[in-house]
């Protein structure tokens, strides 16, 4: 049994196959008293605390006790206005305009398998249990229902929070984080991934200061900017090394990840819907559902905290009949053609692409309308005959003749001022009445709170996929929210769109999604649910995306990140690498071309069906293997990367500058079996793993942009 209550000591506990989250009901109150390591047993919460402490500011809110004030103890769903004046996870304006709420415990079940979250996206599967606690506020009617899952052999927890209206009046919620936990330590070090556009998820750890630290977007998208995901670690913490907790939001809007160092020593850490611009009106009976978090903790280190995560998000995130099966390799004529594009010239790359091994082929941007550059049409889904005379069937029929796929990119949350849906319908776009609208890229949001926009995006997309066998859909989005026009709007549109994604994507079974924002402005595991792919970022530079994908793969899984072998000079940072360079880096992910074939000579050609031959036999070990971290690039100049599959091993080495006068770098594997045996396939030497673990791998790492993939077949 996984989760356990013990009636004696009032203890919950929740057993994954290496780790245990322990909680105790001290007098009414839930309370958080280990997360770690496996155990069997803790003790009750008083034998941590052999002397009284405290201070007199602290309000005692649990007369008689030992543990005499809540601002003490370590809740799990912390709320305030009596004893604990910290960061609540919970803020509610009750309708007599006070703060106040006060949680008691009323009651909790246990049951196989784990709940859908209504109208949002979340972990699913039926190797997990279950546990809800429900506490109450009689007071204020205030009542909260918190959700915890254990997925044993995944070593991962979720948690999630319901907050429901039991009294007689309306209140608001003004904060409703989707968990918290007060930590027993502080001096922990926060790893974060920050960016831009075309910079996305850059590795960030800093010492934990003092006070309060939050990553946050405010931006109605999860953002390029900050990843809902953070995790904190010990100074010490290395790959393989070490204490690692991990959280990662399952969402896609503003969001806001705190970590707080209390007075007596703690750590406080909540995540969820970004507070500011947040108000959501409870009335009696109603309730309001948090996104879901997911919560890992390794005792060795980031590496297997990362593989935590990508086992949870590609197995039990993930769906549809893509999350298992193998995807196509795809061109998609963006950087290879940008607007300026006709049938022949897409038919053309289409040919070439053919030649060397692509499966599938993505018209981008510029279709339809009159769309010639970024400055109008979105919204007008209909295609430009100007530039495509056969129409899309006609493309698409002529595409499969040639044996490929055809694959589409489609922007559908926006609208052009300058487009036939926004003269017809000037007020479906996100405004104020009366307010500029502020322009991105030359585009307005639409308003995806309002059912009838949302039927029009549905019917809009499913009528261009039903025109013609579509097999592919880029789900674009270029620009954050402005003008939102009331609080609570960006959750709003969060729960609109995911309804549109619910509704298209299982429409539509057969055709692979993949969700982009402006490159990775919304790489997160909402998305996820609904496509299981995303690109990963506009930046296609083999060096940047070395970093980009490393910070990416902190938390999300290989098989989920787009990545594309582009031209040279790069079009983002004008650098010039091999092909050989790219590839491997492109195998890093889902692999892909952008680039135009038609300018190349037949030697580029044939390095490029060399590494696409390359990646499809080892597309499945690349996929669903596991991976470790081997060299990060933001150590040194070689990146290494291995992936242990059910029969393979295969180790990729990227070196980004040369070095003269070195010699051979031993790189020593990990995750073995010591004694497992291991062939080398080029030479076809067999190694004990504890040797390849121990004294490693000769690595010629002198020269520029080199790169090497050593496959061992597991014996
Ligand atoms: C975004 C995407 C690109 C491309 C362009 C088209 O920037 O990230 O890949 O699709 O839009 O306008």
């Excluded at 495509?388 to 926006?414: A, H, I, T």
């Excluded at 000769?698 to 014996?715: H, M, N, Q, S, T």
Aim: aromatic residues 12%.
């Amino acid at each position: 049994m996984p989760i356990v209550y013990q009636e004696e000591s009032k203890q919950f506990y929740l057993h994954t196959d290496h780790t245990s989250y322990v909680m105790e009901l001290y007098e009414d109150h839930l309370i958080h008293s280990y997360w770690g390591s496996r155990v069997n047993t803790i003790p009750n919460v008083e034998y941590f605390y052999p002397f009284s402490y405290g201070v007199s500011t602290s309000a005692h809110d649990i007369p008689g006790k030992l543990l005499n004030s809540t601002d003490k103890l370590h809740r799990e769903y912390p709320t305030y206005g009596t004893g604990d004046l910290r960061e609540p996870a919970l803020q509610v304006e009750n309708a007599a305009g006070d703060s106040i709420t006060r949680l008691r415990y009323e009651s909790h079940r246990i049951y196989p398998g784990k709940p859908q979250l209504p109208g949002l996206p979340a972990t699913y599967g039926q190797d997990c249990e279950t546990l809800e606690i429900a506490l109450f506020d009689a007071f204020s009617g205030v009542r909260t229902v918190l959700f915890y899952t254990v997925f044993p052999q995944k070593d991962v927890l979720t948690r999630s929070a319901r907050i429901e209206n039991r009294g007689d009046k309306p209140f608001r919620l003004e904060k409703a984080a989707s968990f918290c936990v007060d930590m027993h330590r502080e001096g922990f070090e926060v790893i974060h991934l920050q960016g831009a556009w075309a910079r996305e998820r850059h590795i960030h750890r800093q010492a934990q200061s003092a006070g309060t630290m939050v990553f946050d977007s405010k931006r109605g998208v999860s953002s390029h900017n900050t990843n809902p995901f953070i995790a904190l670690v010990s100074p010490e913490t290395t790959e393989q090394y070490g204490d690692a907790y991990g959280f990662c939001l399952v969402y896609s809007g503003s969001f806001s990840a705190q970590v707080s160092g209390e007075q007596f020593g703690s750590t406080r850490v909540q995540m969820g819907i970004q507070p500011m611009g947040f108000s959501w009106e409870l009335a009696p009976s109603e309730s309001f559902q948090t996104p879901e978090a997911i919560l890992v903790y390794s005792d060795c280190g980031l590496g297997e905290m990362s593989r935590r995560f990508h086992r949870i998000i590609r197995e039990n995130v993930c769906r549809g009949k893509f999350r298992d099966t193998e995807r196509p390799v795809l061109i998609n004529n963006w950087e290879a053609t940008y607007f300026r594009f006709n049938s022949e010239k897409i038919l053309a790359l289409a040919e070439k692409a053919k030649q060397i091994g692509v499966d599938l082929l993505v018209l981008d941007d510029g279709w339809f309308g009159k769309r010639n550059s970024d400055n109008c049409s979105l919204g007008d889904w209909i295609v430009d005959r100007n530039k495509l005379p056969e129409g899309l069937e006609g493309l698409c029929n002529k595409v499969n003749d040639l044996g490929m796929q055809f694959g589409l990119w489609f922007e559908p949350e926006m609208v052009s001022p300058d487009s036939e849906l926004y003269r017809a319908h000037p007020d479906w776009c996100i405004h104020v009445e009366g307010r500029p609208r502020t322009e991105g890229r030359q585009q307005l949001v639409l308003d995806l709170t309002r059912p009838e926009v949302c039927r029009y995006i549905v019917d809009a997309v499913s009528s261009v996929l039903r025109s013609c066998p579509i097999s592919y859909v880029k789900w674009d989005m270029n620009r954050n929210l402005t003008e939102m026009p009331r609080k609570g709007f960006a959750h709003e549109y969060v729960l609109g769109l995911y309804r549109v994604l619910e509704e298209i994507t299982s429409s539509f079974p057969d055709v692979l999604f993949e969700s982009c924002s402006g490159g990775g402005g919304r790489f997160d595991a909402g998305m996820l649910y609904y496509m299981p792919q995303t690109w990963t970022s506009d930046d296609t530079d083999a060096v940047e995306r070395l970093y980009i994908q490393e910070g990416t793969g902190l938390v999300y899984p290989i098989s989920s990140m787009g990545a594309h072998i582009s031209a040279v000079p790069n079009h983002q940072t004008g650098r010039t690498t091999p092909v050989a360079f790219r590839g491997k880096v492109a195998m890093m992910g889902r692999f892909g071309l952008e680039l135009d074939l038609g300018r190349l000579d037949q030697a580029t050609l044939d390095a490029l069906a060399a590494e696409i031959a390359l990646y499809k036999t080892y597309q499945q070990d690349i996929h669903t293997g596991d991976l470790y971290r081997l060299l990060s690039p933001y150590k040194g100049k070689t990146a290494a990367y291995q992936i242990i599959s059910q029969k393979r091993v295969l180790v990729f080495i990227m070196n980004i500058s040369a070095t003269p006068c070195q010699a051979p770098l031993r790189l020593k594997l990990q995750g073995l079996l010591p004694e497992g045996r291991y062939k080398e396939l080029s030479t076809g030497e067999v190694y004990e793993g504890r040797t390849l673990m121990g004294a490693g791998i000769p690595l010629d790492a002198r020269g520029e942009y080199c790169d090497f993939l050593k496959v061992f077949e597991i014996l």
